[in-house]
């Protein structure tokens, strides 16, 4: 989950901690990047990690097995596992350091990479780039932060434009903001210089401070009444707890 500036830049080291059924992720500093629970490691143990699923609101459920998953940021792969085994998706990864890959392969039950899912080792800012890319992702999920989870290390307008251009009409990006509110409304300024303001849904933080941020590619606005019925669904399918994602879960612009 980290993109220096430098090239040469020397990447963390990445360890692993138990807390009892849990599984935790480390780059460098006691900041937990990531976890799995032991005996369920394809579940989405972190509350804010399923918040970064609330694009499936926006989907319709028959079609999501053949849609693509994009990652930047492997973290401890939740997201990649999730979406390759529970929604049996097409999924890729974009992580520039090779430990964090290593280390979800031998501790987080990372599944080799295949047809299905790969991982790409590469500066995300610049992979994003590449127009094989464009239009070709569904479901975008932005986790990126450095060993000190100060603040997202990609926050451009011109970065988050580059995520819109990956994505297909019906596409969402999901990202998790994590810091000061100032942060948080600077990094929710260039997402709506990117996409426009009607295209993005907030959810309020988590008790440990992530607001997840969702931005669709074409703005929609779905009734209340319709997007609780898509929750039950998604609760019933797939045991996410969708319903109770409501209660915070808004449109940022004002009607």
Not at 63 to 70: D, G, I, L, N, T
Not at 163 to 176: D, F, I, K, P, S
């Amino acid at each position: 989950m980290i993109r220096k500036k430098s090239p040469t830049a020397e990447l963390p080291e990445v360890s692993v901690s138990d807390d009892g059924e849990v599984r935790h992720l480390h780059l460098g500093t006691p900041w937990i990047q990531g976890s799995m629970r032991i005996d369920d490691p394809f579940a989405l143990e972190l509350e804010y990690v399923q918040r970064m699923m609330a694009w499936l609101l926006f989907v319709e459920p028959s079609s999501v097995a053949k849609r693509h998953a994009m990652q930047l940021g492997l973290g401890a792969g939740a997201i990649t596992k999730f979406c390759r085994k529970k929604l049996r998706m097409c999924c890729t990864v974009v992580e520039l350091n090779p430990r964090v890959e290593a280390v979800c392969r031998a501790w987080f039950k990372l599944p080799p990479d295949g047809p299905m899912q790969r991982v790409v080792l590469a500066d995300a800012a610049q992979e994003i780039q590449k127009p094989e890319w464009h239009g070709t992702v569904d479901a975008l999920a932005v986790d990126l932060y450095d060993h000190e989870a100060a603040a997202p290390v990609l926050d451009s307008a011109g970065f988050y434009a580059d995520c819109r251009a990956l994505l297909t009409e019906e596409g969402c990006m999901t990202v998790n903001l994590f810091g000061r509110s100032s942060s948080y409304e600077r990094s929710l300024a260039r997402m709506a210089e990117a996409f426009g303001e009607d295209a993005l849904w907030a959810f309020k933080p988590t008790r440990e401070g992530n607001t997840v941020v969702l931005a669709q590619r074409t703005p929609t606005r779905p009734k209340r009444a319709e997007l609780l019925a898509r929750a039950e669904g998604l609760q019933a399918r797939w045991d996410l707890p969708a319903p109770k994602w409501l209660r915070g879960f808004k449109p940022v612009a004002k009607p």
